[in-house]
Structure formats: C-alpha cells, structure tokens
C-alpha cells in the first residue's frame, strides 16, 4: 500500500503552499448498491421538466447548437442545483480520489460568485479507507474507522451527497476546445434511479473493481477482497468456518490468488488469525511475491509468512476453480487428495487446478475452504451514451480514461480525471500505478485545476512523488520503506505504529481523525494492561 506520511502530504502540495502563501493558505483537511436517490439534507431537490434546452443553449452568438435529450428523457426528473450562476462540480466516485476532491475544492478560498456547487455521487453510504480492510479481519478496527459514512464526513460541508449509481454519461464540451466559453453546460449524467444531472465540470473517480472473469469458475466460487462488503463477507464466512471447524482434526484451507500486495497481506493476516488451526496456501504467476515491491518490504513479507507456515505456491497460475462435489460427479480422478475424503464431510470445498508458468514445474491441484481473489481489476467508467464517435471519451485498453498532464481527459475541457478511472503517465513514460497515495496527491491537484479552471488561471501538470510503500503483516506487524531514506525498512511493531499513524493523519477530516484517534488510543492501552497482566501472571506462576 501507499506510504502516507504527514510531511510528505505538506511536500506533495508545495506548488499550493506557494501560490496561496501571502496569508491566503488554508489547512487542506479534506460505490451498497441501490436504485434509490438519497439526498443529504439540503437545499437541493428534485423536479420535473419537459426540456432543458435553456440549460443546454449556448451563451455566445453563433456556437453550434449543442445536442438536446430524446423525448423519452425530457420527462426524467433532473437535480435541482441550489444556485443557477455559480459553477457546477460533479464528482462521480466517493473513493480517495473523489472525496478528497471535493473536500479539497471545499477548502479553498473562492471569489463569492464563483465558488461552485458540489454534487458527489458514489453507490455506497460510506466512504472506504481501502488500506486497512486487513484490519477488519484481524480485529484491529471497527468499522465506522475506517468507513465512515459520506452524511457524516460532510455535515459541516457545502458538499451535497447522492447515492446512486451511474448508468450514462453524455458530455457536451467536446464540441471544441473553447466549449466552456460557448455553452452554459458540461454535459449530463444519467444515474440508474432514473436523475438527470447537468454539470459545468465533471471528475471522474469511480475506481475499480476485481477482474474475476477471467478464469473459469473464479466469479461463482472466488471472493474478491476490495470493498468493505467484499471483507465483510470474507469474515462472515471464515467465522462460519471457524464454527464448523472446531474442535475437529480436519484444518481450515484457505488459497489466496495472488502474491502482490493484497494477496500477502491477505496471508499474512488470515494465517495470524488461523494460527494452527488453519493452513494458507499462497499462489503467483511470478517466481517471487510482491515482485514491484522494494527489497525490505519484501524480505519482511517472507520472513512473516515463512513464520506462519504460509505454504507459498509460485510459479503457477490458476486454471479452473471448481467444486469439490462437482468434480466428483463428473469423474476426474486427478484431484490431488490429502487425507481422508473432506468432500463428504463439507460439500463446499473447492479445487484449483494449478498449471506451470515456468519450467520444471508440473501442474498441480489444491483443496480449499476459501479461495480469496487478488489478481486484476477493472475501472467502472460508466457506458457512455449511443453517440457519433467525437462524443466519446477517449479510453485505453484498461477502460481508463486517456488524460493530459493536468488530469483533464483528453479532447474533454470540463472533465478531470483520476485514480483508477484515469490513465496517466510519469515522466519516463511509465503508467502510474492505481494505488491510494497516487489518488491522494491527484486530488490535490485536480482541485486546484478546477479552482483555476473556473477562475480563469493557469492549470498545474500533475507530477507524483513516490513517498515509498507500506504493507500490514498482521496485528503487530508491518512493513514501511520511506522512498527518502535509502535502504531503510521499518518493521515489525514500530513498522505497524509507524503505518497506523501515517493513515491516521490521512483520514478525511478532522473530526474524524480526532474520533479514531481515540478510540485506537483506548485499545492500545487496553491491549498494554492486558499484556502486563499476562506477563506478571506468567512471573508469579513461575516462582
């Protein structure tokens, strides 16, 4: 995961220090599915209408017209925007990326009539801190700290939130480079309830979701661990497995698909919270695990997970996951067994058929009570409307939307672009990776994009500052290599302290920070006077 430091988010915004230094700086704090539109309380408010062509006309004589809804959708409700002069900002996506925009926009200084109106729309109630989902697992966090809900981090806020999903996107700026000068709107989103959103500036930041299609039987028997339901269901179902499993001679199989970032942490996590009654079985297409990972993090990492007797599978990928019973019934006699015949007593356990990606390897299969799904993502740029082609957004083979320098998408004036929605590239042409430090540090500039967009002023090109990387090994553990101190690995409990402190600091908002930041406080000192407890208990016993 991203390493987040507190100096290093002051050092990421250097270029904003500079142009609002002069005493006017200001401290920069700041999808479950449904059909249903819920509005926060507010002004805004839903109406109907027949047409929106005066919201869609063009202010300059002579501009070309700009496209007008078919009939079926002049009936649509449309959102009502509290103020009809000052700017329009949605922002699609309430992950790292969009929050932290529009919390960003919400904290700078504006000229009255241009501080503009912030619609965020994301398909969740709350907001996910992706990073510590682990802890959920091990239970290290409850989960309001780490998923607060959109309603309570923007009570104090100018920022109008709507839970929805997006359905179509139909932008009118690509009518020319100067659209913005021309015409009053944007463009329009369409969400899955059935509203109508007209917008002046857009962001796109709807992040990503696990790829599991690629590998048949990997979408009906794999979990993926991305979203908060995601590691919600996967806890639900090893305490089911814990349940069953007691007491009982036959182990808890855990395989975990992957060997990046996720996929160890996943290991590294669920074998601390199995101990001996568990055995996680680790596989990667790469001969090595965390291959991108720096040095330290990784020698850490095998060093954790060759402590807990994480069996690590590499050099394969995974075939085909199929049922246990399935299998049975159709045959196959070259399922691997070990041990007695566990189909009968558990009809929910699974095979994967492992193949050799390099030489002197032979393919293999593998029984599990759980197979986990680590491998591939997929950006959730939504469909764009049937058009003509220049109506559409210019995507890359990812689905990501091809951005310039400043985070605007490409032949697209209103529209900003980031995370994993976006497909940017360094300065040695590298892509960036879709991690949450590089959404941190793209919020900060799309939202000083947008304030000089709509003042008039020079946009900043996004630049990346790789701060370093950090990882959880488990309740206790963890490992950080700052990028500003060469060869240096923090690990072990000061590692963990180090982590935990880092994503405390980057938590959305003040008062948020000041809640968790208590009730960790709280648990620390819990866990200490247990642990002397233990250990006086232990000394006592012994004399």
Known sequence: MAFVAYSASITA???????????????????????????????????????????AAGKAGGAPPLPQLSEADKTLPIYTWPH???????????????????????SLLWPEDKKPQVLLVDQSERFVFKPMLYELLSGEVDEWEIAPRFSELLANTGVEFLQDRVKLLHPFDHWGMNGHKQSSCGGTVLLESGLLIEYDWLVLALGAEAKLDVVPGALEFALPFSTLEDACRVDEKLKTLERTKFGKDSFIRVAVVGCGYSGVELAATISERLQDRGIVQAINVES??????????????????????????LGYFVRCIQRVSDVEASGDATVIREGKDIAKQNSEKYVLELQPAEKGLESQNLEADLVLWTVGSKPLLPELEPCDKPHELPLNARGQAETDETLRVKGHPRIFALGDSASLRDSTGKLLPATAQVAFQQADFASWNLWAAINHRPLLPFRFQNLGEMMTLGRNDAAISPSFVDGLTLEGPIGHAARKLAYLIRLPTEEHRF?????????????????????????????
Do not use: H
């Open 13 to 55: 915004l250097l270029p904003f220090n500079r142009i609002f230094s002069g005493g006017m700086g200001k401290k920069w704090n700041r999808l479950s599915p449904g059909y249903s539109a819920r509005l926060r309380a507010g002004p805004s408010a839903l109406s109907r209408t027949s047409s929106f062509s005066s919201a």
């Open 84 to 106: 009809k002069k000052k700017p329009r900002v949605c922002i699609l996506g309430g992950g790292f990326g969009g929050l932290y925009t529009a919390l960003r926009l919400e």
């Open 288 to 313: 090595t695990i965390c291959p991108t990972a720096p040095t330290g993090n990784r020698e850490a990492a095998l060093k954790v997970l060759s402590s807990r007797k994480v069996q690590l599978l």
């Open 515 to 543: 809640k968790v930041g208590l009730s960790w406080f709280a648990k620390s000192a819990v866990d200490s006077v247990a642990l002397l407890q233990s250990t006086l208990t232990k000394v006592l016993s012994g004399t």
